[in-house]
């Protein structure tokens, strides 16, 4: 009977070994869930008799890393949750794996042929929270529309001293303290260079001048802060 129990072990832990030996090969899978062999005892009556695999469990809460496929259309979870997809028959299924390309109606679909789920949007470009649907990009092409509005955060060093050098002159850095550059566009689409130079007048007091594509805009525009540094 000993003989026996000691059998029961060594094979458990075999079972144990080829679970292990799975994790290892494909710790490189995309959207692997990895597996834990559960053991349970054997009892006859009260007589210990060894033990068994009771069944091998998969993690399917911890993500793992995120890589860069080179793939516009690869997507990876940070965190928990699943993608939803649907069959040609109407089964739903849930997996990790962000492997996704497009089928000849411009479905995005995973790589068995299955239909990415998720929220539609309207004509203006609106999500549609309510049902779930196939995600199908568009292939019209999309009005131009021009920049109206630009919003960012910034620090101004308040220890700055006002320049010695004036007036301001955006090719001379000497006669401003910050610049900030962003990216914008015209109605036809065609992107620009909006530039915002900083230039420090006195203790909380600046003034912000703008250029767009090197050319001025308007007059400047005074910034006058408290004394706790907000924005008044």
Do not use: C
């Not at 019209?140 to 109206?148: F, G, H, I, M, V």
């Not at 230039?199 to 767009?212: G, P």
Request: aromatic share 8%; net charge negative; hydrophobic share 40%.
């Amino acid at each position: 009977m000993s003989f026996n129990i000691a059998m029961t072990g060594l094979s458990a832990v075999n079972e144990q070994l080829n679970t292990i030996s799975h994790n290892i090969a494909n710790a490189g899978t995309t959207g692997f869930k990895s597996s834990r062999t559960e053991f349970g005892s054997i009892y006859a009556d009260s007589q210990a008799m060894g033990v068994e695999v009771l069944a091998s469990t998969q993690s399917i809460s911890q993500g793992g890393s995120l890589v860069t496929t080179g793939r516009s259309l690869d997507l990876a979870i940070s965190g928990g949750g699943f993608f939803v997809t649907r069959g040609g028959n109407g089964d739903v299924s849930y997996t990790r794996a962000g492997v996704f390309g497009a089928d000849k109606n411009n479905n995005i679909v995973s790589a068995t042929g299955q239909v990415l789920q998720g929220y539609p949007v309207d004509a203006a470009g609106n999500l549609l929270v309510g049902a779930v649907g196939d995600l199908q990009l568009q292939n019209a092409n999309l009005p131009a529309r021009a920049t109206d509005s630009l919003a960012f955060v910034m620090n101004l060093d308040s220890n700055q001293a006002v320049p010695a050098t004036a007036p301001f002159d955006p090719a001379d850095v000497n006669t401003y303290n910050s610049t900030y550059t962003t990216k914008v566009f015209d109605s036809q689409g065609k992107e620009h260079t909006l530039t915002q130079y900083f230039v420090k007048t006195a203790d909380n007091a600046w003034e912000a001048h703008y250029y767009a594509d090197g050319a001025a805009v308007g007059g400047p525009q005074a910034l006058t802060f408290g004394t706790n540094g907000s924005l008044t």
